[in-house]
């Protein structure tokens, strides 16, 4: 997500050819704000958990619902809104996500009125619903305004301000919704004030996310947009052949669903384990800037790994950077102080290339069945619901360090992706 994803590309240019670049300019300048947009309320959820686990007297487990509802949406809605999306159009699309995203913001405000983790809850899948019809909307519009040969850079490109988005959004999390101040009660205040205090602390930073996002919208509504044209990937030489057949994808869609729970996991907890170290002057405030180096790791790995992988095989590139991590992560679990600190937080910059390496390896060589196959794996990303959850089980039973042992386990798989299971085996003809 982290989070950088979805890269799910259109199979044609639709209808915008013979049309001059210049009248794409300005689109994609209003599509790269939102990708940006959706980045930075990603990532603001790994600020957003150790609030509400405060604030609610949380476990573990627990704090894990909010990842668990915000990556849920994607595994629930990403069908429907697809087929939500090819009725009304693209723009339509953006204009809708926009507004459903906005109203999960709004909710927000409520919840925080009455003090109601599950309102919370419930205005996350909201909020996440209406980034995956944005993301549904998107990246297949980002590809087609343009040349079909340069399409993945339009792609990398906006994604790159994705990436920009989760790397502030825990810089600014700390400032408007975390505080350095803990409840010592010498003001006479009681804990159910300072309760009330520290949740109240939400409502104008997502009050704020949802005014912009409402003007997006409108203004997605009313600017002259090209008109993109939607081709079936189905056709008569793909018919009998089973998505199944091809190794290559099924265990890139299970790759991708370790990915993002590994890469969700860690970010959830930083804030915590960093916290946990035991280090002087450490506060939750403090901590939680630090998360945006696990994030700007990814963003400038990213420009690295490009470069990289121009010398390098993707997969030896992939698994180079899974061994990295899970050797950081076993270094962060049996270290403490600043070392684990560093070592964690170093995983983002292994973390940069794995998505996009672990989608176009998985749809390689698909063919007619390439936007299907781009279904099946950005619907894995539901591993960003199931892997956190996990972790807080085992965090909560085993102790928080040890638990990261879970991602660790994850990266192992995607070593194997990259070295064995990314090579493609065409399925003979029934």
């Given amino acids: 997500m982290a989070l950088n994803h979805g890269p799910l590309e259109s199979t044609n240019a639709g209808n915008t050819a013979g049309q001059a670049p210049g009248q794409y300019r300005f689109p994609l ?15 603001l959820n790994d600020i957003l958990i150790p609030h509400l686990k405060n604030v609610f007297d949380l476990t573990y487990t627990q704090s894990m619902l909010v990842q668990f509802c915000f990556f849920g949406a994607y595994f629930l809605v990403s069908m429907p809104a697809g087929s939500v999306v090819a009725k009304i ?18 909710l927000f405000y409520p919840a925080a009125g009455v003090q109601v983790y599950a309102l919370f809850l419930a205005a996350l899948f909201i909020l996440a619903s209406g980034i995956t019809i944005l993301q549904v909307s998107a990246n297949p519009y980002v590809t087609a305004l343009g040349r079909p040969e340069t399409a993945s850079i339009r792609l990398t490109m906006t994604q790159a ?45 997502y009050l704020a996310l949802g005014g912009a996002l409402w003007v997006l919208a409108f203004i997605m509504a009313v600017v002259n947009l090209p008109k993109i044209g939607h081709q079936s990937d189905i056709t008569d030489d793909a018919k009998g052949f089973s998505l199944w057949d091809h190794s290559h994808l099924v265990l890139g869609a299970v790759s991708i669903f370790l990915y993002v ?58 698994a180079f950077n899974a061994a990295g991590s899970v ?29 996009p390496t672990i989608f176009s390896l998985a749809i390689k060589d698909l063919g007619a069945f390439t936007g299907r196959g781009s279904g099946v794996v950005c619907a894995a990303i539901v591993g960003g619901a199931i892997v956190p959850l996990m972790q807080g089980v085992l965090a909560d039973s085993i102790g928080l360090q040890v638990s990261f042992l879970l991602p660790a386990i994850c990266y192992v798989f995607i070593i194997y992706y990259g070295l064995v299971g990314c090579k493609v085996k065409q399925p003979s003809n029934p």
């Fill in 161 to 205: 301000f994705n990436a920009l988005g989760t790397t502030i959004a825990p810089l600014v999390g700390a400032t408007l919704i975390l505080t350095a101040v803990a409840f010592t009660g010498d003001d006479g205040q009681t804990i159910a004030e300072f309760k009330a205090q520290e949740a109240n602390s939400v409502k104008l930073p």
């Fill in 327 to 355: 050797a950081l992560i076993v270094l962060a679990v049996v270290s403490s102080g600043s070392v684990a600190m560093v070592a964690i937080l170093a995983v983002g910059l292994c973390n940069s290339i794995m998505f």
């Fill in 89 to 106: 159009g693209y723009q339509r699309g953006l204009v809708l996500g926009l507004l459903v995203a906005g109203l999960g913001c709004f």
């Fill in 29 to 43: 300048y209003i599509l790269t704000s939102l990708f940006f947009m959706w980045g930075f309320l990603t990532a």
């Fill in 261 to 318: 729970g590994a890469e969700v996991a860690i970010g959830s907890f930083l804030v915590n384990f960093i916290t946990d170290l035991g280090m002087s002057n450490m506060s939750e405030k403090r901590a939680a800037e630090l998360v945006a180096y696990y994030w700007g790791g990814a963003l400038v790995g990213r420009f690295i790994g490009a470069w990289v992988m121009t010398k390098i095989s993707a997969g030896r590139v992939l």
